[in-house]
């Protein structure tokens, strides 16, 4: 929940409407179809990890990277802490991604962020709702930064987003303004997404997906608040209470 990296949660977790083009009428269908599992606050204090399975294996290629080298850690900084040079810089970085070819051969890829698209698509049952879920994570956000640091020239922090900050009004939140991740709409009341027309990623056509597919649609979202709310300092804080590795994990994972 709230130390998630701005990358994954707004461009590839919300990439899920079976549609080219247009902006709103996106069934949801297919991605609430994949099967991710949350729960809720009084849930998660009843059930305690109960859902957590056993560790899958890690399987990433090396990548090599200039950005860890010498024992240099790159700061992380909060998205609102930031400059606005270095925001922009950092989601022009991701859209460079999308305008550089797949290489590696990856399944359904057309492009590099894709490629980091493919490997998380192929292994979603081996490292969700698993005591791996953290650490392989981790690992995949660290090959995502050597990707835009050493590809894309991106030279700024790495930005991660203090969701418990907008809990419950994440469509307002400055992630969701059109110089930076474009605009964040809510879920239409007959319960659709809508495409992202608008900002830095407007218009972008996304080709795997929805869950194991790999159809062409738009980037589009659908937040809802009912869920967001659920994002709040209380619910991390009942997740690090945890003294035991496998609870902590599921707690967050599901929370």
């Known amino acids: 929940m709230r130390f998630s990296l701005v990358c994954s949660v707004l461009v590839a977790a919300v990439a899920a409407a079976p549609q080219a083009g247009g902006s709103g009428g996106v069934d949801l269908k297919p991605f609430e179809a994949t099967g991710f599992k949350t729960i809720t606050f009084d ?15 890690l399987t990433f ?20 802490r930031g ?16 305008s550089r070819p797949s290489r590696g051969g990856f399944p359904g890829s057309q492009n590099r962020w894709e490629d980091l698209v493919s490997v998380h698509q192929q292994l979603t049952p081996q490292i969700h709702m698993s005591p791996i879920f953290l650490p392989y994570h981790r690992y995949y956000l660290a090959i995502f930064e050597s990707l835009i640091r050493d590809e ?5 922090p790495m930005f991660w987003w203090d969701e418990t900050l907008d809990a419950g009004n994440f469509r307002n939140s ?10 964040g709409p809510v879920r239409t009341s007959n319960g659709q997404g809508t495409c992202i027309t608008t ?7 996304l080709n795997l997906g929805p869950g194991s597919g790999r ?28 003294n035991n590795y496998n609870d902590m994990a599921a707690c967050t994972e599901q929370g």
């Open 152 to 156: 894309c020239g991106y030279r700024g």
């Open 43 to 57: 849930d998660a204090k009843a059930k305690k990890g109960a859902d957590a399975a056993k560790a899958g294996n």
């Open 199 to 205: 900002g830095t990623f407007g218009g972008i056509q």
């Open 61 to 80: 290629s090396h990548a090599s990277s200039n950005a860890f080298a010498a024992g240099v850690c790159p700061r992380r900084i909060e998205w609102r």
């Open 174 to 183: 400055l992630i969701f303004r059109n110089e930076y991740f474009s605009p």
């Open 83 to 98: 400059t606005d040079a270095d925001r922009r810089a950092f989601v022009n970085s991701i859209r460079c991604l999308y």
């Open 215 to 242: 159809q062409r649609h738009c980037l589009s979202r659908a937040i809802d608040e009912s869920q967001t709310a659920q994002c709040n300092q209380n619910f991390v804080n009942y997740c690090n209470s945890f």
